[in-house]
Nanobody
Framework: QVHLVESGGGSVQGGGSLRLSCAAS????????FVWFRQIPGKEREGVAG???????SYLESAKGRYTISQDKDKKIAYLEIGSLKPEDTALFSC?????????????????????WGKGTLVVVSS
C-alpha cells in the first residue's frame, strides 16, 4: 500500500513561485509514474505534469514553461515548481502514483490509470 501526502500549497501573490511536494510512503514497483493533477473550480481535473521512474517527464501544453516536475527517488518525493504564478493557477493540486507502469502510459497523465492518490494541497493566487 502506498500513502501520498502533498504539501507546499498556500496563498501567494501573483508573480511569485511555489514548490509543491508529494511524499510517498510504502513500496513501489521498479517502474512507477508520479503525476500532478490540477482541479480548477468549475473545471475537470487535469494532469499537468508527470515523471516516470527513469526521470523522463511530460507536461500539459498549457503548463509548459512555468511548471517543472522533479523527483527525489531515494526519498520517494515528487516536486512541482510553479513559476510566475497567475490567478488562474488557483486550484487544488493533487499527486497520484501509477505502479507498475510504462512511460507511454505515464506521459498520458490519465487519472483513470492512477493506483494511489493524495488528498491535495490548495493553491490560491491573488492578483
Amino acid at each position: 500500500q502506498v500513502h501520498l501526502v502533498e504539501s507546499g500549497g498556500g496563498s501567494v501573490q501573483g508573480g511569485g513561485s511555489l514548490r509543491l511536494s508529494c511524499a510517498a510512503s510504502g513500496d513501489f514497483y521498479e517502474s512507477y509514474c508520479f503525476v500532478w493533477f490540477r482541479q480548477i473550480p468549475g473545471k475537470e481535473r487535469e494532469g499537468v505534469a508527470g515523471i516516470f521512474s527513469d526521470g523522463r517527464s511530460s507536461y500539459l501544453e498549457s503548463a509548459k514553461g512555468r511548471y517543472t516536475i522533479s523527483q527525489d527517488k531515494d526519498k520517494k518525493i515528487a516536486y512541482l515548481e510553479i513559476g510566475s504564478l497567475k490567478p488562474e493557477d488557483t486550484a487544488l493540486f493533487s499527486c497520484a502514483v501509477d505502479t507498475p507502469t510504462d512511460y507511454d502510459r505515464c506521459q498520458r497523465r490519465g487519472s483513470f490509470g492512477m493506483d494511489y492518490w493524495g488528498k491535495g494541497t490548495l493553491v490560491v493566487v491573488s492578483s
